[in-house]
């Protein structure tokens, strides 16, 4: 009896230690308790050096575990030496309680807590969709990057661009090169981008280019923020808000979509360059719907032509569109309020008001108007200028109106009545129409010496002139007056009612449009030498 138990005793201790090697073989060795990435489960363990050395292999229904985060796949790699391992198929990453991270390949670092995800690779935050071919994603610092194309969907926008980074605990992206961001209003382009995923802002840090998808607005920017949501920008550099006939730029600009408004603040200048005019100021406002825009504070209105340029500066410049006009929906109305003075090579005025209409060049001018040709000066309590080409213009002077030419210093040849029609050639009146209290006041000449003065009135006049010299005055009907010797003259024969010389007024150049100091005046151009009023 004891020889059998001792036979029987011998194949059970083979056995066991058979089993026991079996075990050791097909168990994870014991290094992957000491990992800090705790395998939760795994529907079978091998491993075999052949295939790859220090590894378990984990197949079927394989999940990780790593502090907050929970990883799974379909099999994986698990190194016995350090705390990384390799998964394969339906990579699953749920990160707290809003990430998660998809891929059809995975490697993890556990010692750096990096995941590096490749091929059909999903990350889902909130709100927030990105896909992209490879990403890596640190797990300590929930920041994920990608160098090799990207696409982000949320509510509104669609991003893509060539590298990308994302803030999860910011909810922010930086987006580089090739940037995209396609909304249902708008498409905007630029190479560095930052966007926040919660508020669905888009940060502008370098040249960007926003353009409307059913309006013809262009915003261009290098600086500034753009709400997707709202539909409000706010831009700092280089800023400009473009459509088909208008630019508006600023050192700040501020635009909203939805209404079509747009603001500039700081050295702002609204060009229409349909037009060819642009005005400048410290403040302008211009809506891409109502095409309406005003300018204001220092504001200069410039107007460029073929052969002269039109400068003028008022409190404040506005543009409407001329709905008047069906052929030409482009043409203007500008008008200036407060303050009025304008400068051309060959014509000069001021006035309290203005209205300039572009489709046949008509000036309006209300409130005190005055107006300089060469030495002409017109005046009257509403002028009408009309430029034309071929010459004549056409001046129209309107209720006390008064035309001054002056001989020399002191001497004046006048015209007045309740209504004047001049006609100017180059610059210079040629023909004076004069309507009800007709009167006139001009210097008898012989070979450059004056031998006297006459003095008339009638109901109506009609004067030709040639160099401030009348060739020819016709009355109706025959006038009432007196010629004077020039001997005989006494100072109050020498004015008509109502006379006054403004010369002093006549802006003198460009930069002799504002209320000028002392200073600027010096910076303003050459001193001319006016002649003196004999008011």
């Known amino acids: 009896m004891r020889r059998q138990k001792k036979i029987a005793f011998f194949p059970l201790l083979f056995l066991t230690a058979v089993v026991s090697l079996f075990i050791q073989a097909v168990k994870p060795q014991d290094p992957i308790k000491k990992q800090r990435v705790d395998i939760d489960n795994a529907d079978l363990y091998t491993y075999d050096a052949a295939i790859i050395k220090n590894a378990n292999r984990l197949i079927g229904n394989v999940s990780f575990r790593r502090n907050e985060a929970l990883m799974y796949c379909d099999s994986a790699y698990?190194?016995?030496?350090?705390?990384?391992?390799?998964?394969?198929?339906?990579?699953?990453?749920?990160?707290?309680?809003?990430?998660?991270?998809?891929?059809?390949?995975?490697?993890?670092?556990?010692?750096l807590r990096l995941a590096q995800l490749t091929k059909n690779v999903k990350l889902i935050d909130k709100s927030i969709t990105l896909t992209t071919e490879a990403l890596d994603f640190d797990l300590k610092t929930n920041v994920g990057y990608y160098n090799h194309k990207g696409k982000i969907i949320d509510t509104a926008n669609v991003l893509t661009s060539i590298t990308g980074k994302y803030y999860s605990n910011d909810n922010m992206f930086f987006f580089k090169d090739s940037v995209v961001l396609t909304n249902k209003d708008f498409i905007l382009r630029a190479d560095t981008l930052k966007y926040n995923s919660k508020t669905e802002t888009a940060f502008i840090v370098g040249p960007t280019t926003i353009t409307g998808t059913k309006k013809d607005g262009v915003?261009?920017?290098?600086?500034?923020?753009?709400?997707?949501?709202?539909?409000?920008?706010?831009?700092?550099?280089?800023?400009?808000?473009?459509?088909?006939?208008?630019?508006?730029?600023?050192?700040?600009?501020?635009?909203?979509?939805?209404?079509?408004?747009?603001?500039?603040?700081?050295?702002?200048?609204?060009?229409?360059?349909?037009?060819?005019?642009?005005?400048?100021?410290?403040?302008g406002v211009y809506n891409e719907n109502t095409k309406r825009a005003f300018v204001t504070d220092s504001a200069m209105f410039i107007q460029y032509g073929k052969k002269d340029t039109l400068y003028?500066?008022?409190?404040?410049?506005?543009?409407?569109?001329?709905?008047?006009?069906?052929?030409?929906?482009?043409?203007?109305?500008?008008?200036?309020?407060?303050?009025?003075?304008?400068?051309?090579?060959?014509?000069?005025?001021r006035c309290d008001s203005l209205g300039y209409r572009m489709k046949d060049s008509t000036l309006l001018m209300?409130?005190?108007?005055?107006?300089?040709?060469?030495?002409?000066q017109m005046a009257a309590d509403k002028i009408t200028f009309v430029s034309k080409n071929p010459d004549p213009?056409?001046?129209?002077?309107?209720?006390?109106?008064?035309?001054?030419?002056?001989?020399?210093?002191?001497?004046?040849?006048?015209?007045?009545?309740?209504?004047?029609?001049?006609?100017i050639f180059d610059s210079k009146l040629r023909v004076a129409d004069v309507n009800g209290n007709a009167q006139t006041l001009y210097y008898l000449k012989d070979k450059n010496k004056y031998s006297g003065m006459n003095r008339l009135l009638s109901s109506k006049i009609k004067l030709?002139?040639?160099?401030?010299?009348?060739?020819?005055?016709r009355f109706y009907?025959?006038?009432?007056?007196?010629?004077?010797?020039?001997?005989?003259?006494?100072?109050?024969?020498?004015?008509?009612?109502?006379?006054?010389?403004?010369i002093t007024e006549k802006p003198i150049n460009q930069n002799d449009l504002y209320p000028l100091d002392e200073k600027r005046k010096k910076n303003a151009g050459p001193v001319i030498t006016r002649p003196a009023s004999s008011d």
């Open 78 to 111: 698990s190194y016995i030496d350090s705390n990384r391992f390799i998964a394969f198929g339906h990579v699953h990453i749920v990160q707290g309680d809003t990430i998660h991270l998809y891929g059809d390949k995975m490697f993890y670092n556990g010692d």
């Open 219 to 283: 915003l261009y920017s290098e600086r500034g923020w753009y709400k997707t949501k709202q539909n409000l920008a706010e831009l700092y550099k280089a800023s400009k808000i473009t459509n088909k006939s208008q630019v508006l730029e600023g050192d700040t600009l501020f635009y909203d979509r939805a209404t079509g408004n747009g603001r500039g603040r700081h050295r702002v200048t609204l060009t229409d360059t349909t037009n060819k005019v642009v005005i400048k100021g410290k403040f």
């Open 312 to 349: 003028m500066h008022a409190d404040t410049l506005l543009t409407i569109p001329d709905t008047s006009n069906v052929e030409r929906k482009d043409d203007k109305y500008f008008m200036a309020y407060k303050n009025v003075r304008f400068y051309k090579i060959d014509l000069q005025g």
């Open 366 to 376: 209300f409130y005190d108007p005055v107006l300089w040709s060469q030495q002409d």
């Open 393 to 423: 213009d056409i001046a129209r002077l309107e209720n006390s109106a008064f035309i001054v030419m002056c001989e020399d210093s002191v001497k004046f040849n006048q015209i007045s009545g309740k209504l004047i029609v001049g006609q």
């Open 464 to 473: 030709h002139l040639t160099e401030n010299q009348i060739d020819s005055i």
């Open 477 to 502: 009907p025959k006038p009432e007056g007196k010629t004077f010797p020039i001997k005989e003259l006494k100072p109050e024969d020498t004015k008509l009612d109502g006379f006054r010389w403004r």
